[in-house]
């Protein structure tokens, strides 16, 4: 089955400065790695995601990219905002139909420090 | 905007009794899925649901555990005998085609 793992575990940034955080995937068939921000005690939202037949999707201050090839795909957050501190998961599905189950990371909890 | 909802947010409960955590998905959506989260950990897929029956289960989803869509709207998931173990925050999630939407959880509290 798949495998997602996702590095670091925490980071901690200064506000407006850029964030990085990086997953790997194991199963080449997946082509489908949303990216949820989790607050505490509250739900996973979506913020961005990307489908295989793209490189880079960009949506204001958050953009992801993906290798297929080296199978990994990270999310990129500049001009970081107190608000922006939580928990980012990254995962991964085959949806070759809307049915498949997503594959989470471990999760990257991120501190902006105003 | 539609959200997924569900109920009770918290539940409290003896080792060994059976619960039932309630979700209401999306009216439109087709497909739905339980996962759960084990207090600061990443979350963890359960089962899928889809045409009234399972189209994929985790090794987590044993014997203990069971899903059904009772009427229209509804979409349950019973932990038949409860475990300490199962202390989490479950979380339901539907979609019509690729972005899953999550509802606000239960947190269960396995006493």
């Known amino acids: 089955g798949e495998n997602v793992e996702q590095h670091p575990s925490t980071l901690s940034v200064q506000e407006g400065d850029s964030a990085v955080i990086k997953c790997t995937y194991s199963?080449?068939?997946?082509?489908?790695f949303p990216w949820y921000k989790q607050e505490l005690g509250k739900r996973p939202q979506l913020i961005i995601d990307i489908r295989s037949n793209v490189g880079e999707k960009k949506d204001q201050r958050i953009a992801v990219t993906l290798n297929k090839t080296a199978k990994h795909f990270s999310l990129h957050i500049t001009e970081t905002q107190p608000e922006d501190s939580a928990v980012y998961f990254c995962?991964?599905?085959?949806?070759?139909?809307?049915?498949?189950?997503?594959?989470f990371g471990g999760g990257t909890r991120l501190m902006v420090k105003p | 905007e539609p959200e997924v909802t569900q109920t009770p947010s918290h539940q409290v409960t003896q080792m060994g009794q059976e619960v039932i955590l309630r979700c209401v998905p999306i009216?439109?959506?087709?497909?739905f899925y339980w996962y759960r989260q084990i207090l600061g950990q990443k979350v963890e897929f359960l089962v899928s649901?889809?045409?009234?029956?399972?189209?994929?289960k985790s090794e987590i989803f044993d014997d203990q555990f069971s899903v059904e869509r009772p009427d229209g709207s509804n979409f349950t998931l019973k932990i038949r005998s409860t475990k300490l173990e199962d202390s989490a925050m479950y979380f339901c999630?539907?979609?019509?085609?690729?972005?899953?939407?999550f509802g606000p959880g239960t947190r269960l509290t396995v006493l």
């Open positions: 009216s439109n959506h087709l497909y």
């Open positions: 649901f889809y045409n009234n029956e399972i189209s994929e």
């Open positions: 999630a539907s979609t019509a085609d690729n972005e899953q939407f």
């Open positions: 199963d080449s068939a997946s082509n489908y």
């Open positions: 995962a991964a599905t085959s949806n070759n139909n809307a049915g498949n189950m997503l594959t």
